[in-house]
């Protein structure tokens, strides 16, 4: 078998680093994976004993321990996962594959919206290929369309088999990244206008800068349904208890927290911005909105508590998408295929 390297130089987990967990899994029987990686909890978590740990975060000094791995153990392809990882590509000594989980709206500014096109370009120009996790972020790249691949993520689905535990109380969750493209701050506002007319419980669930700022306005405004439960390292356990999943983001790449929702028949509400259209269709599959449509976001949940039958049926749809389409199955068909081409 092949020897296959993934490079990830992110420090905290997102859904590049579980999606390294996840291809872990699918491609055992395909090829010999190793990784290298920046995040140490990425690295206690990932069970092969083909790893390494980054010993600096210099990428110039990150490309000299990768070409050393890559001599020491005859690597075939490095595949470089995240835009910081891709920025080695010129360095490489190996054949390199772009994986490409964000687009260009994670950059804010004009400077450093230029110097990122310029330096991304530079790198896609030394890739074999470019694999891009939704056509939403794909369109960022006009230049490389010779080597544009799209594969999607997925999720184990034998982790979410659907089983919830009921309960009087409607509980509404947030799971994401703690940070205002999210769309956080207009959750809370939108479950609390729901709050005065339903009984509702509302868990956030996550990390980041805002989460300070959100357990100090939950005190101050003596907000009891309201709890804030930072990361939590299985998110199946808390959606075994959900009833709506809410997550009103301002840019989503792809969704891996939405399909890990939908993969327990939990009805979606969420923002028609990046790749989520291509996971949900509104109102057969979930629900889709422009991220500042409050006014929608809140009938839509009102809507979902006063028709049980509606939420189930979105739910039961819900699954049935994710088994068929963005299962880790699915996408290590699909990488399984690509090394097969590029090795």
Not at 129 to 149: F, N, P
Not at 269 to 280: D, K, M, R
Request: aromatic fraction near 10%; include cysteine.
């Amino acid at each position: 078998m092949k020897n296959i390297l993934f490079v990830s130089c992110t420090k905290f987990i997102g859904g590049g680093e579980i999606f390294l967990l996840g291809i872990e899994k699918a491609l055992r029987s395909t090829a010999h994976l190793h990784f290298y990686v920046a995040s140490p909890h990425l690295y206690n978590k990932l069970s092969t004993t083909r790893k390494s740990l980054f010993k600096s975060e210099n990428l110039l000094k990150n490309s000299v321990e990768i070409n050393r791995y890559v001599s020491a153990n005859s690597v075939d392809l490095v595949v470089l996962n995240g835009n910081r990882a891709i920025y080695l590509a010129p360095f490489m000594k190996a054949h390199a594959v772009a994986y490409k989980h964000t687009g260009s709206f994670s950059v804010n500014g004009i400077l450093k919206k230029l110097i990122y096109y310029l330096c991304i370009n530079l790198s896609y120009s030394f890739c074999k290929k470019i694999v891009y996790v939704s056509k939403a972020i794909s369109k960022d790249d006009v230049l490389w369309k010779a080597k544009r691949c799209i594969i999607y993520n997925g999720i184990d689905i034998s982790r979410y088999d659907g089983s919830r535990r009921s309960d009087s109380i409607v509980t509404i969750t947030f799971i994401g990244r703690l940070v205002k493209d999210k769309g956080i701050l207009e959750a809370v506002k939108v479950v609390e206008s729901v709050s005065k007319v339903k009984d509702i419980r509302f868990r956030i669930v996550g990390d980041g800068p805002l989460l300070e700022d959100l357990q100090n306005y939950v005190v101050s405004n003596e907000s009891d349904f309201i709890s804030i439960e930072g990361y939590i390292e299985n998110p199946e356990q808390v959606l075994q208890s959900t009833d709506i999943f809410f997550l009103p983001t301002y840019y989503e790449s792809f969704g891996l927290s939405v399909c890990e929702a939908m993969a327990m028949k939990i009805p979606v509400i969420t923002s028609n911005v990046g790749g989520l259209p291509e996971i949900i269709r509104h109102g057969f599959n979930g629900f889709l909105f422009p991220p500042a449509d409050l006014e929608s976001f809140r009938d839509t949940i009102i809507q979902l508590i006063d028709d049980p039958n509606l939420a189930k049926m979105v739910g039961d749809n819900a699954r049935d998408t994710i088994r068929e389409r963005f299962s880790n199955k699915e996408t290590g068909r699909a990488l399984a295929q690509l090394i097969t081409t590029l090795t």
